[in-house]
């Protein structure tokens, strides 16, 4: 027997609460303090984990409505990516100061998680503070740093590490070291060995001391989605016999001092801490043998990877994690402290490259639903019965399924479900062979569907779902179409399966009475999410409230809906970049919010998402062009009375307004 959510703790209580919201929807366990429900029903966010300070997301959704601002917006919490930042700081701290470590901590940001200027701005602006840095994986990557770690940090930035990954050449290098020769403290990770000899030959022309860094194959091997990124096959780094040909090459060209850092990275989201230990282990070992060479190493670096709880389950599955900062943080300094004593080598300054665990909290997606599909349990009998009595001779299976429809009760519920498929099935074979007529086929499909959807009530009513009604659900379940694109907004739900937390941000104190996937408005019938955080199942569908129409027919008689939305949370890594232009949907709206001393919440940028226009411009369309083709068309059109001038003119306003507005709908 299966269970079927959520009525039960309100069929014991009586009441539904916002609390019973916010444990069906698992808020407490992936929210980590950042996000809560509020009496209200309102979902909250506490950008600081201060509970005296928070932010209700309905309202900034209305306020920003209000503003002309609409959904898809993506909502930024600077203070909660402070809040991170500090946190990470603080667990190593804390980490080191147990364990009497010497030798340092900083975290450096590898900007590709997430380059958007405003992210990296606060970043770098917090880097001085904390001791941080930045990490450039490419060529723009390294331009966007160095201009950053210019003007975002006044004085003193020039400290602040940067660490460049990635494949590099001549010009990359020379760049590079020019930097350090203007004072940056820049040190580029030799990923494989020719570019280590192109930093020596432009350091001897120039005259610099570089810092450089080698990363290391190791054999250990990286684990889950990302395991391709370290061992022996991964596509970057240095086998130890090239590390150990590195040191001769720079002892020979005097510049053993010169190398500073070891480098690994074993993968993103790590969700075993185990995989991560092995690592550092091994990583460490190898720092102390090539020290006592003579390499001038004062700092390891262990890569990114510590991961996000998406799913709230603390486990070690590829949406959760089975550690916290704190022991993330304790595992690596106990490890390096452990190998480095043992070996008689002083302390190592540690450096993580931890990007996701930084930013993946502090951006919210809101969407709003358009309107919902779904199965008609009430069927018009009376429509259907005419229709029946309308056939020369009705067949049977829709008269067994009449049948089977009319005599459901609560105890013969099994049986009524194996008529029903078997009616179903002998209906859809007479229409095959031509033996049914096409409004037959429609009744029968209708009567199967109500029967099953009945069925469904019924048993959810008890609690319980027999074995055989398993993929009922899913089956039965309604389609909320949402106003976004999958593949712009939550790319890695479609391409690797990740799931991220999606609850309704408002009338949570109302018990959510339906169950649905969730499908965006691309054509393509991937756009869809179809798998939901829970600690326990995999979740097939979301628990979701009735969609109400909204009050009073428009004067053409069309209804549209009240608003319902929709929060998809922990979108702040790779998301935005990786989203592409599927059915030229583009960047949504994003706007920075924050709260003012007073504790309200305020604007603090709005960065309007792609135009029309520019999702246009940028597959090579000429605008003017377009716009030109459509007025002569109209023109004529008009010319040979196709159109009335108001039509040509109403069609060419449309046109020229679609152009400059939101490429998604703006209800
Ligand atoms: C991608 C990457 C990172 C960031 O990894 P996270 O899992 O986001 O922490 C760090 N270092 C390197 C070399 C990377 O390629």
Request: hydrophobic share 40%; proline share 4%.
């Amino acid at each position: 027997m299966a269970t079927i959510t959520p009525s039960r703790s309100a069929f014991l209580h009586g009441q539904w609460t916002a609390a019973d919201s916010a444990a069906l929807y698992g808020v407490p366990d992936w929210g980590k303090g950042y996000v809560g429900v509020n009496a209200s029903g309102h979902v909250m966010v506490t950008p600081g984990k201060d509970p005296g300070k928070q932010i209700d997301l309905f309202e900034v959704v209305s306020g920003l409505r209000e503003r002309g601002i609409h959904t898809p917006v993506l909502l930024r919490f600077n203070d909660i990516l402070t809040h991170r930042l500090r946190e990470i700081r603080g667990a190593f701290d804390g980490a080191m100061t147990e364990q009497g470590y010497t030798g340092g901590y900083s975290c450096v940001y590898p900007i590709k998680v997430n380059q958007q200027r405003h992210v990296c701005e606060q970043i770098a602006g917090l880097a001085v503070e904390l001791n941080f840095g930045l990490e450039a994986g490419s060529k723009p990557e390294l331009l966007a740093v160095l201009g950053l770690s210019a003007t975002a940090g006044g004085p003193g930035v020039n400290g602040l590490p940067i660490i460049c990954n990635g494949f590099k050449d001549d010009e990359f290098i020379e760049t590079v070291t020019l930097a350090t020769k203007l004072g940056r403290n820049i040190i580029p990770v030799v990923e494989k060995f020719s570019e280590l000899e192109l930093i020596v030959k432009h350091a001897k022309a120039y005259g610099v001391r570089p810092k450089i860094g080698l990363r290391v194959k190791l054999s250990a091997r990286g684990a889950g989605r990302w395991e391709g990124s370290a061992g022996v096959r991964s596509k970057f780094g240095l086998f130890v016999s090239e590390c150990l040909k590195a040191v001769e090459f720079l002892k020979a060209h005097g510049m053993l001092d010169c190398l500073n850092l070891l480098h690994c990275h074993v993968g993103s989201q790590l969700f075993d801490i185990k995989v991560l230990k092995n690592a550092v282990n091994e990583l460490a070992h190898v720092y102390c043998e090539l020290k006592k060479m003579g390499a001038g190493l004062s700092m390891l670096d262990i890569g990114g990877g510590m991961g996000v709880d998406y799913d709230g389950s603390q486990s070690a599955w590829s949406s959760s994690i089975n550690y916290t900062v704190q022991e993330y943080a304790a595992d690596v300094v106990y490890r390096i402290k452990s190998v480095c004593d043992s070996a008689e080598v002083p302390h190592p300054k540690i450096i993580s490259e931890s990007g996701r665990a930084m930013v993946a909290y502090s951006s919210v997606l809101i969407l709003d639903v358009l309107g919902t599909s779904r199965f008609e349990s009430n069927p018009d009998l009376e429509t259907i019965e005419k229709a029946v009595k309308a056939e020369t001779e009705a067949p049977q299976p829709v008269l067994d399924l009449l049948e089977a429809y009319r005599s459901m009760t609560d105890r013969n519920l099994l049986e009524a479900y194996h008529d029903a498929t078997q009616a179903r099935d002998e209906a859809m074979s007479l229409f095959s062979l031509g033996y049914m007529s096409l409004p037959m086929r429609g009744v029968a499909e209708q009567l199967f569907w109500a029967i099953c959807s009945r069925l469904l009530d019924k048993a959810s009513k008890k609690g319980e779902l027999p074995e055989e009604f398993e993929g009922l659900p899913e089956l039965m379940s309604d389609i909320y179409f949402c106003n976004f694109s999958l593949f712009q907004s939550m790319p890695d739900s479609w391409a690797i399966d990740q799931l991220f937390p999606i609850v309704p941000i408002h009338r949570l104190n109302e018990e959510p009475t339906r169950r649905g996937i969730l499908a965006d408005i691309t054509c393509d019938s991937d756009g869809k999410v179809d798998h939901f955080v829970d600690k326990r199942i995999d979740k097939k569908t979301m628990e979701l409230h009735e969609v109400k129409p909204a009050p009073g027919p428009e004067a053409d008689g069309v209804t549209g809906v009240e608003p319902y939305y929709l929060g998809v949370f922990l979108l702040g890594a790779y998301q935005e970049i990786l989203g592409d232009l599927h059915n030229l949907l583009g960047d949504t709206h994003a706007v920075h919010i924050s709260l003012d001393e007073t504790g309200e919440w305020e604007i603090d940028e709005v960065i309007e998402g792609d135009t029309v226009e520019e999702v246009l411009a940028y597959v090579q369309y000429d605008v003017p062009d377009l716009k030109k083709a459509m007025r002569l068309d109209i023109e004529a059109a008009c010319r040979q009375g196709r159109l009335t001038l108001a039509e040509g003119k109403s069609l060419l306003k449309y046109y020229d307004d679609g152009l400059e507005g939101y490429t998604y709908l703006e209800g």
